[in-house]
């Protein structure tokens, strides 16, 4: 089974890709974490994020073997990720990752913030917010601690955020500005502490950027905002600025909605108990769907609460 199938239709993106297996020499990618890792649009859609770009990068020059998003979830807190990290159908793709991208934190910072896009305002409980970064921090050095085990082969980079209201009234910026630098600043210490990299997206986006974010309502950039993220990986990857992403290399938009995913995750749960039917065992390589229509479910809920990353 695709294991586009297995979530949220992840490797779709790297088939339209064309990466040749011909080419293929060196990674095994692997993205993990909340909407970001999954490539969610400012429109509630999935589609190209930073990391199809950095797998289009590194397949056209030759230099990936395998790529997924199979373990990024929109919605996903430190502790989501943490617990995805830990499962068993990860093993497999853990063990053989040669390179892991990881986004998370922002759920558990900004679901706290209260926004009103129209008036422009935002609002937070410094209280809140300082337990929250808190439980973010001992997550994540959790997660890289585990990934160090699952992972042992992977060079690992833990990708910072951007802040996510430029449309807000400048006056209303300076608070949540603030957490959000905390938030950083816990990733970037937490990385250098597990000996992992650390990327930072923030400078490329400021506190202004309404081109890179384009929906006053959502805090999701569009293709040139993510390609400003997976820039900001490629340079700290390569070294170097030979492996940037120009504007004009952008795949075109090939949106897909949650209730197209919902319905794409349905039928293979019914092709995978048709072919369990058939069988008197299951076959050792089929991967079943583990809860992706439940979270999906779920997920849909939180997308109508107008909840974050």
Known sequence: MKRFLSIIGATIFTMALGISSAFAQSENYLSIGDSLAAGQTPYQQIDTGYSDLIAMKLGMTGQLSFYTKELAFPGYTTADVLKRVKSEEASDLLANATLITVSAGANDLLRLVQVNPTAGTLAFAQLQTDYALNIA?????????????????????????????????????????????????????????AGAVFI???????????NLLPNISDVHPNFEGYRQMANSFLHEYSGSK?????????????????EQILEQVAKAEQKQVEKEKEKEKPSPTARAIQGGFKGYAAFMEKVRAKELF
Not at 200 to 210: E, I, M, P, W
Not at 242 to 258: D, H, Q, V
């Open 137 to 193: 921090r001992k997550n994540m050095a959790e997660i890289l601690d585990e990934l160090k085990v699952r992972a042992p082969k992977a060079k690992v980079y833990v990708m910072g955020y951007y802040f996510a209201y430029p449309s807000v009234h400048a006056t209303q910026k300076e608070g949540t500005n603030a957490q959000l630098v905390k938030l950083n600043k816990i990733l970037q210490q937490q990385a250098e502490h």
């Open 200 to 210: 930072d997206v923030y400078n490329s986006y400021g506190l202004n950027a309404t």
């Open 242 to 258: 030979t492996l940037a992403i120009s504007s004009n290399e952008l795949p075109k938009p090939n949106p897909i909605s949650f």
